[in-house]
């Protein structure tokens, strides 16, 4: 028969604990490192559901965005409802806030989960990737620009990541985003034949994503084009600066005005953090404001600010050391006794819950056993074979220093000697 085969751009994360380099692992470990920093700041978690209605999305991301245009992954229930598998969080988080009517004076979220956008698949964009991020729901603009620029230097310092940029710009209000389109559209009207498909239909339905174009020849033409810099008001242009100074000495952080984001409900300060040790998809984190989505969902106006975080992209670039806990790997030379022995164990995770202990269940010779206990860096192995059964001993064999020799110990030694164990 033939096998089934995983879908395409989509990746199964098997975690391999004795490779640090493992991706799978690494991923894991920048979650946990992650929530860390989300929980040390102060925020709590949100999980909403990974389906949602398919005008969530529709509503919240616009029309003219390459996400609702070509990237949804939307179906239709039983039911002949469209559905939607989210591509981001920040809809369905503030579809959450609207819904259960959350006092949005107190909260300050964070996430972690899937995401699913229908994307051509290649290295670091894939079908389904996981994001984590955070929403800070009811604050303008103000500390909460401050708050999350320097959420963003702990991550980068608190994961070790060398060599990214934070890129910061100002779309001003909803105003200033048409009048710069509106200098945009007459700029580039001229140019307009000279255009590809793609930059020719952002002409038409949303001129700031043409500043995003990959297309060598537009990024040509628009060197001489208006910049919004010229569009922001004093207080915007002084945003961005106070965020420079603020935190320049801790990371490297640059103002670009051609920075728009991809999203269509993006006001005030936007961000993107990246790497050149990513290659072609070089963004790991992205986010803004967005003070008028609440509307757009049919709530009351709720200023919020937010970013994602791709853990893909974060995890090959993380350099977070393996965490230092003490592994014992514990050996049973027989299923003849294999109750008796296992109790052993149990009663040892009771005594010193700080030790990892690796009770190994395959079948196989000591000698296997214990190369495998030396392959993920046990500090000792402990052996229960039928004489220390009948003798209630158990042998302890360390196995970092080489040639040190193994000791026999009575079962009743072994509370203290596994209680001093660090
Ligand atoms: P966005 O919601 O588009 O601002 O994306 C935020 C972050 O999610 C990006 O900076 C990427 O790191 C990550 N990301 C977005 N799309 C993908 C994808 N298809 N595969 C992997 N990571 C992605």
Redesign the pocket.
Known sequence: MDKIQSLK?MIDLIADRSNPDDFAESIFRTEDALKNIFVNFGYSEIRTPTLEDADLFKRSVGDSSD?VNKELYSFLDKNEKNITLR??NTAGVIRSVIEKKIDVNTHKFWYLGP?W?Y?RPQK????Q?N?AGIEIIGHPEGVAELEIISMICSINNALNIKNSVIKINHLGNQGTKTNYCNALLEYLKPFSSQLDQLDQSRLEKNPLRILDSQNQNTQKILKDAPTIKDFLSDESLTMLQVLKDTFSKDCSIQIDYGLV???DYYTGLVF??ISDELGA?D?????GRYDNLSEQLGGKNIPCIGM???????ALLSNIDIEDKTLVSFIILSSNFEEKAYKIAHDLRTINPEIIIDVQLAEGSLKSKLRKASKNNAKFAIIIGEEEIETNTIIIKPLVEKNSEQTVMDINEISSFFEDIT
């Open positions: 751009g996400i591509p981001e995401m956008r994307e670091g964009r894939y079908r990737f994001q984001r991809g999203l993107e953090v998809q963004a790991y984190l992205g986010g994602a975080i791709g853990i893909e992209r974060l």
